[in-house]
């Protein structure tokens, strides 16, 4: 499902140049839990980052699901992750002028579905929200904005699912919570999951672990 080789990722800084990422190279296969585990600064977010096409690699590749996704402008990078991904993010990335429902139906909306509505409205019932289906965001506790951007993740269908500290802005008690729903939605629908965190309980859930330190894989 994901597949990168001599992925590298150097910025400019006031001394010259930083490297992120130095040369990683990684596999998940399909169905695979997996998660990317290191210290703050180690690159983990930026891995994601390149996995998803969000940001460009210095150099190296990386495949989705058999395409080669930087052979890809940034149209067809877009209409693939419209196509292939599902998205969790620490600070959850709900649009405040959408109520709950309308933020899980947008996706559907954006791809042409039918039936947008009731998918929308079944998966909030899914995480336990189908009481909240007209609030806004502002009305939301965290962990509840945290059930509906799992929500809108998961009704697409996804093949492969991405999460970047997903408990990051929750208390523990909120986030094991969050943690067990995804792990429970992830496995009925058997999608690939590549989950960062700094977590390693939260690692320890996942098939396999991949370790960074320096941008570099160590284990």
């Known amino acids: 499902m994901v597949k990168a080789a001599g992925l590298s990722k150097v910025v400019p800084n006031g001394a010259g140049q930083l490297a992120i990422l130095h040369e990683i190279d990684l596999a998940v296969m399909a169905g695979e839990a997996v998660a990317i585990v290191g210290a703050s600064g180690s690159g983990k977010s930026t891995l994601l980052g390149l996995l998803a096409g969000l940001d460009t690699p210095s150099a190296g590749s990386v495949h ?56 929308a409205t079944a998966m909030l019932e899914r995480v336990g929200l189908g009481e909240r289906l007209r609030h806004y965001p502002k009305h939301l506790s965290g962990g509840e904005q945290q059930r509906v951007a799992l929500a809108r993740a998961f009704v697409m269908q996804p093949k ?45 859930r996942c098939q396999r672990q991949i370790r960074l330190h320096g941008g570099r894989i160590v284990t």
Not at 79 to 102: C, D, H, I, M, T
Not at 178 to 204: K, P, Q, W, Y
């Open 160 to 204: 492969l699912l991405l999460a970047d500290e997903p408990t990051g802005n929750l208390d523990p008690a909120t986030g094991a919570g969050i943690i067990d729903l995804m792990f429970a939605l992830n496995a009925a629908a058997g999608t690939t999951l590549v989950l960062v965190t700094h977590d390693d309980a939260i690692a320890r």
């Open 64 to 119: 989705l699901d058999g395409v080669d996704l930087f052979a890809l402008d940034e149209d067809g990078r877009a209409a693939l992750r419209a196509k292939l991904l599902g998205f969790v993010f620490q600070s959850f990335q709900l649009l405040p002028a959408l109520n709950a429902l309308e933020n899980v139906m947008l996706p559907l909306e954006l791809a042409g579905t039918a039936g947008a509505g009731q998918l």
